[in-house]
Every structure is written in structure tokens, then in C-alpha cells.
């Protein structure tokens, strides 16, 4: 059986949780409080991950996957959430790419400075936080021209491309961002709940 170290509300972690339910895969949660330092432990560092992040995907054998992408990629392989075809599949990589690189750091950072972090911002925090609105929304918009063409975003149903931009995308009203004015990102947000397995970013009951 799986381990999932993870923190609740992260994004990053949701995404490895819903696909491992989607697949009907069992797992164990091991969850850990990063506003409290829990994944920068020694134990931690020399045992799951040097980088003191999680996701951390823990095998059976001991062996430890970092990186909510390279999680999802390796839960996926052989099932439809992750195309054989070569061009569908590299795609799959430009989405999954464009989420870490633009989506997270603007929707993912704005929420968590305003819905998890136990101190006070800092000038800077503050002072960036109108650029971080306005970059996420540039991110959305993006996204949302992407589900222009059908209803999932590689293909004609969901792949990991989808459940990795759906993890932070789903909760951007709890950074400021109003999805109103994203009419194709709402009817995907509500596809996903239609999913066979699907849970919310902070259940604990996967039975």
C-alpha cells in the first residue's frame, strides 16, 4: 500500500490524492503541518525528502517519489488519465509545466499567504500582493481559453493535466481570485466533481 505524506489544504497534495482515488488505489495519509516546520525535521529530510517538501508518494518497499507532478506522472502510467499518444502526451507535460511555472506561484502563493500562513505578512508580502491578483488572473485566463475546445483539457476526458491545474484552480476564490468571469473553468470545476472517487481538498474519510 501507498503512504501520501502531505499537508490538507495543499494543492500540490490534493492533486496526488484525487488521482489515486480516481484510480481506486488504496493509501495511507500521514499528514504533517508545514506552517509548523514538520517537514524540515531531520527524520523527514533523511528519510522522505531532502528538499523538506511534500508531496512524498512512500511506497511499500521504502521507496520515496517527491514532486506532485512526477507523482501524478507515475500513478498514471497505463490508464487514461495519461495519453499513449506521443503529441497528447507531451500536452499533457505543457499543461502540467505552465501550472507549476505560471498558476502556482500567483493563485497558490496568493491563497496560502491569505489562508495558511500563521504570521502576520511581511512589507513584501503585502506589497506583492496586487501583482500576484493580477498575474493570476492572466493564469486563469489562459486557462480558461484552454477549455475552450472541450471539456477536459487534453483529449476527451480527463488526464493529469486536468487534475494537476485543478488542484489550486478549484480554490482561487480563497485568494481573491472570482471566477465569475470564467465560464468554461466553473463547468470543468463542476465535471470534476462528477468524477467516480472524487473528495473535497480537505477530507480525511477515503473509505
Not at 47 to 65: S, T
Not at 151 to 158: A, E, I, Q, R
Amino acid at each position: 500500500m501507498f503512504t501520501l505524506h502531505d499537508f490538507l489544504p495543499s494543492g500540490n497534495g490534493y492533486k496526488c490524492r484525487l488521482l489515486l482515488r480516481f484510480l481506486g488505489l488504496p493509501f495511507t495519509l500521514r499528514e504533517y503541518d508545514i506552517t509548523k516546520g514538520e517537514t524540515r525535521t531531520a527524520e523527514f529530510l533523511d528519510r522522505l525528502n531532502p528538499n523538506g517538501r511534500i508531496p512524498v508518494l512512500e511506497l511499500a518497499d521504502g521507496e520515496c517519489l517527491s514532486e506532485s507532478g512526477a507523482i501524478l506522472n507515475f500513478l498514471a502510467q497505463g490508464t487514461a488519465f495519461l495519453p499513449d499518444d506521443a503529441w497528447a502526451r507531451a500536452k499533457v507535460l505543457q499543461w502540467m509545466f505552465f501550472e507549476q511555472y505560471t498558476l502556482e506561484p500567483t493563485v497558490a502563493v496568493r491563497r496560502f499567504w491569505l489562508t495558511e500562513q500563521e504570521e502576520p505578512l511581511s512589507e513584501v508580502q503585502q506589497a506583492q500582493l496586487p501583482d500576484k491578483l493580477t498575474q493570476g488572473h492572466a493564469a486563469l485566463a489562459v486557462l480558461e481559453k484552454g477549455l475552450a475546445a472541450g471539456p477536459w483539457l487534453v483529449g476527451d476526458g480527463p488526464t493529469i493535466a486536468d487534475i494537476a491545474l485543478y488542484g489550486y484552480a478549484h480554490v482561487a476564490p480563497e485568494g481573491g481570485y472570482e471566477l465569475d468571469a470564467y465560464p468554461n473553468i466553473t463547468g470543468w470545476i463542476g465535471r470534476f466533481r462528477e468524477i467516480p472517487g472524487y473528495v473535497p481538498i480537505t477530507q480525511r474519510d477515503f473509505s
